[in-house]
């Protein structure tokens, strides 16, 4: 469905000059545009169709870190550089073989260990991401379903209740009761 207005949820456009964006919209004509209706929800097959469109709801994988840059990235911390310097000034001018070379040698354990310990706390924070799964609760076919936010699609008619997790960007179409207990 062609809605005209552009920069729509789903649509992934930014708007022109002289053209309205949705988020100036009233929520009813948010959800012409979007062609939803606001009672029913989205229907099982046009949240697949969507799905399919737009693909998931999930951020896009960042590109790993080759091993060999992540190492030589340990020697911007400056006590490794301080290390290295006084283990190559050991060993040309000072002429101090085993100073030198234990030097050098400890800044190269210095940085193994450093990309062991970065290689942890990436599996560690994986392994976190996998527990968690954040659920959304969508309006599809006229029921209230629960479903994993990764699934969500534009159009989908979200309920957030005091306590949720919001799943995902989206329009408030009823204006909520809630307030923030943190102090101003």
Known sequence: MTSGVTGTPGSGGS???????WHTLGADQV???????????????EAAARAGRFGPNTFAAGQAESRWHAFA??????????????????????KQLGTGLLLILLTLFN?????????????????????????????????????????LV?????????GDIVPADGRLTKRPRWRSTSPR
């Open 111 to 151: 940085a193994v260990e450093g990309l062991q310990q970065e290689g942890k706390a990436a599996a560690a924070v994986a392994a976190l991401q996998k527990m968690v799964i954040i659920k959304a609760k969508v309006r599809r076919d006229g029921q209230l379903a629960e479903i994993p936010a990764g699934q």
């Open 154 to 162: 534009p159009g989908d008619i979200v309920a957030v209740e005091a």
């Open 15 to 21: 708007p022109a000059d002289g053209e309205l964006a």
């Open 73 to 94: 990235r340990q020697y911007a911390d400056p006590m490794q550089l301080v290390l290295l310097a006084a283990g190559i000034g050991s060993l040309y001018p000072l």
């Open 31 to 45: 959800l012409h545009a979007e062609g939803v209706d606001g009672q029913r929800g989205l229907s099982a097959t």
